[in-house]
């Protein structure tokens, strides 16, 4: 797969702005709306499946109280993951990641987020890569994680899916940027929109690393970071983003990529 010229389109857990994140209806969506791809969250249930939930309680999004882990697939599939949103989702369920898969998996780039807070994951990250080779998915996924040693273990387990690392400058220190890089050998660098001006795009750049911003709703804020080269942009409003792309390509086309999507860091 090769990389258009202008930064991928990811919207985040999906169209989130008009649909309830990380269900199928704002993942269908956000293909209807333009994206490229969808950025979406992944931890186990109780029973050890892989599910498609942000916070690791369910009041949050849906009509169920205490922690994930504690549910199994069947508890959760009996939750209302839509009416919190509007009532027009009402009976929008938690997906699990095969059925994301299934349903747009062959359509969109899949950036799947592995949420876990601990120095072991109980299996998720094999759980995941699993999934991903089942299905055939290698070239069409990216991996990332806030925590590092997620991404160590997606590396070690197929060092041939791509992984990106997730950081911010609000985090606990360990957490503000990459510092494990070298060690993990990710392909992309998954910084908050905030850290990336042009000298650090070029640094990024020279070191091989693709840089995906995430979560930019601003329309200035876009036009600055397509402009600027960034390898994708991570959006509550992919239609948005869309506009800005296709501005800006008519001004002057941002830089492009070449070969894979994905190419090897080295």
């Known amino acids: 797969m090769t990389r258009p010229d202008r930064p991928l389109n990811f919207a985040h857990r999906g169209a989130s702005y008009e649909a309830p994140e990380n269900t199928l209806a704002a993942f269908l969506l956000a293909a209807e709306l333009g994206a490229d791809g969808i950025e979406l969250d992944v931890q186990l249930s109780k029973d050890g499946q892989v599910v498609v939930l942000h916070d690791f309680v369910l009041e949050t999004t849906t009509d169920g109280h205490g922690p994930v882990r504690d549910r199994t ?64 998915l290698l070239d069409r996924v990216i991996l990332s994680s806030f925590n ?83 390898e994708a942009i991570i959006t509550n409003r992919p239609d948005l983003l869309r506009q800005v792309q296709q501005a800006a390509c008519r001004s002057d086309p941002a830089p492009g990529g070449e070969g894979r999507w994905f190419p090897r860091s080295g």
């Open 148 to 230: 590092p040693l997620a991404v160590w273990r997606v590396r070690r387990l197929n060092p041939w899916i791509p992984v990106g690392l997730l950081y911010a400058p609000d985090l606990p220190l360990p957490l503000r940027r990459p510092w494990l890089r070298r060690l993990i050998r990710p392909e992309a660098l998954h910084p908050h929109h905030t850290l990336v001006d042009d000298r650090y795009v070029r640094w990024a750049k020279r070191r091989g690393y693709r840089l995906h911003v995430w979560t930019v709703d601003d329309p200035g804020e876009m036009w600055r970071l397509v402009r600027q080269g960034v």
């Open 73 to 136: 697939l069947a508890d959760l599939k009996a939750l209302d993951a839509g009416s919190w949103f509007d009532p027009a989702f009402a009976g929008q369920q938690i997906p699990t990641l095969q059925e994301v898969m299934e349903v747009v998996g062959r359509r969109l780039l899949l950036n799947i987020e592995l949420k876990t807070r601990s120095l072991g994951d109980e299996g998720l990250a094999a759980a995941v890569v699993r999934l991903v080779e089942e299905n055939g």
